[in-house]
């Protein structure tokens, strides 16, 4: 079956900080991969995307590459704010016609100013 | 005007109480979904519907029913809730075809006593 993990938090940094989330994936067929960010009392909203290999997707400051030889979407950002602290998503989703979407358990991201 | 609402926001309620989550969105939007969020656990998929007729359980759907009163309006229920129901609970909407963006609501937090 298909299926996302990412590391456990919470992940605690410093402001200007470096920041990677590991987000590795099982899937039968080509998925399209995706992380969200949910910051504190609200919904998940669309962070970045990419739907297919070697794409990078990039938004904010974030980025993420799709690698298929290694199953992995990793989160990156190279100076974190105050203002990234929120719960971060990785999700996968495998095209057809009844298409779910999968998420991750989340990655709670703390930054100390 | 916020895209997708979610009524009530805050709910608290006794055990073997009926209790309904509503959720309405304006962005013309056929699928539609009810997510369950608990610590450690990411989102599981409680609902979903993909248009007005179409109604399809989701991994946890046990102790849930929905109703799709109109493509704008899913709402969720809880027949008899018991404390283990208590969660952050979720709506989201998506278009169809290969974007998959998922639109989230700003979640109700249900506590059942």
């Known amino acids: 079956g298909n299926s996302v993990t990412q590391m456990e938090g919470p992940v605690t940094l410093s402001e200007e900080a470096f920041l990677t989330i590991n987000c590795t994936y099982t899937?039968?067929?080509?998925?399209?991969l995706f992380w969200y960010v949910q910051y504190p009392g609200e919904g998940l909203q669309l962070l970045l995307k990419?739907?297919?290999?070697?794409d990078k997707g990039s938004n904010k400051g974030f980025e993420a590459t799709y690698r298929k030889e290694t199953t992995s979407f990793h989160l990156e950002k190279g100076s974190v704010q105050v203002s990234d602290s929120a719960v971060y998503f990785c999700?996968?989703?495998?095209?057809?016609?009844?298409?779910?979407?999968?998420f991750g358990s989340g990655t709670r991201l703390s930054i100390r100013p | 005007d916020a895209d997708v609402t979610q009524t009530p926001r805050n709910r608290i309620t006794k055990t073997g109480k009926r209790i309904m989550l509503e959720c309405s969105q304006t962005?013309?939007?056929?699928?539609m979904y009810w997510y369950r969020q608990d610590p450690g656990l990411g989102l599981r998929l409680i609902y979903y519907?993909?248009?007005?007729?179409?109604?399809n359980k989701g991994e946890i759907s046990d102790g849930y029913s929905v109703s799709r009163q109109a493509q704008a309006k899913f709402s969720l229920s809880l027949e008899s809730a018991i404390p283990n129901q208590t969660a952050l609970y979720f709506c989201?909407?998506?278009?169809?075809?290969?974007?998959?963006?998922?639109?989230f609501g700003p979640g109700t937090r249900l506590t059942v006593t």
């Open positions: 989201a909407t998506s278009p169809p075809g290969p974007t998959y963006e998922q639109y």
């Open positions: 899937a039968t067929g080509y998925p399209s």
């Open positions: 990419a739907t297919k290999a070697d």
């Open positions: 999700a996968l989703i495998v095209y057809s016609s009844a298409s779910k979407i999968i």
């Open positions: 962005k013309g939007h056929d699928r």
């Open positions: 519907s993909f248009d007005v007729k179409d109604i």
